[in-house]
């Protein structure tokens, strides 16, 4: 996949080469050192679970086995602000300080008797990305780039007392696609970039509950891992 992003730039460029050149409009905003702006988009957040299969014996003595998942996803709003430091023609270091706010809806079901729990688990991200930001060659007012890059993020709004329970903190691999667009008086950036949480944010100590039977959700999972969509516009 990663290949695939790598390429992509330079199939662009090779497409933009054949049309007939133009005025360029802003020719020089790509030697600034510095560049800064803000964006604004929607993002799609996931949670991957790893169910276990534990049995579960409830208090009239029967066993059930619960299974989770995230059936249906609902768009949420990401905003933030952008800092870009030039460190040649093709490369270059971001830090966006992002918010991006969503939710998941959990699914929880017993296999033997179709007893089902839903949860909705709303999530404030506050997100620092450091990304490396790969052009390609700029031909009249585009020029394709790929990103990558980490971003430490903090859950600003855990519940405690459900089904489930994530802990706050998470560190995400993200890579991207985007395009730079010069305008007149501004550069637009669409980017599409994907978002991979690389721990495990499953909580299972779960001192926070008062009705023990909801033990029974955390302990049939070993594992959940965020994940991420977002589609953003930055402006600079």
Not at 137 to 159: I, Q
């Amino acid at each position: 996949m990663l290949a695939l992003l790598l390429l992509a730039p330079l199939s662009g460029a090779g497409l933009l080469h054949a049309q007939e050149r133009k005025i360029q409009n802003r020719p020089f905003l790509d030697d600034r050192v510095w560049h800064y702006g803000f964006l604004v988009g929607f993002n799609i957040q996931d949670l991957r679970l790893a169910n276990n299969g534990t049995a579960y014996v409830n208090q009239n003595h029967n066993v059930e086995y619960w299974y989770a998942d995230v059936p249906e996803y609902t768009p949420g709003f990401s905003v933030g602000v952008l800092g870009e430091l030039k460190a040649n023609d093709w490369l270059s270091v971001r830090i966006i300080p992002t918010m991006h706010f969503g939710d998941k809806k959990v699914v929880f079901k017993e296999q033997r008797s179709g007893n089902v729990a839903e949860q909705y688990v709303k999530s404030t991200y506050l997100s620092v990305p450091f990304d490396l930001k790969i052009s390609a060659a700029r031909f009249n007012n585009y020029r394709p780039y790929v990103v990558t890059g980490l971003a430490p993020t903090l859950d600003l709004t855990v519940k405690k007392g459900k089904e489930l329970l994530v802990k706050k903190t998470d560190v995400m691999f993200e890579v991207g696609m985007g395009l730079d667009l010069y305008y007149p008086f501004f550069k637009m950036i669409p980017e599409l970039k994907f978002c991979f949480g690389l721990k495990n944010i499953l909580d299972k100590n779960r001192t926070d509950l008062k009705e023990p039977s909801l033990l029974k959700y955390s302990d049939a999972l070993d594992k959940a891992q965020n994940s991420m969509i977002v589609l953003t516009l930055y402006f600079e």
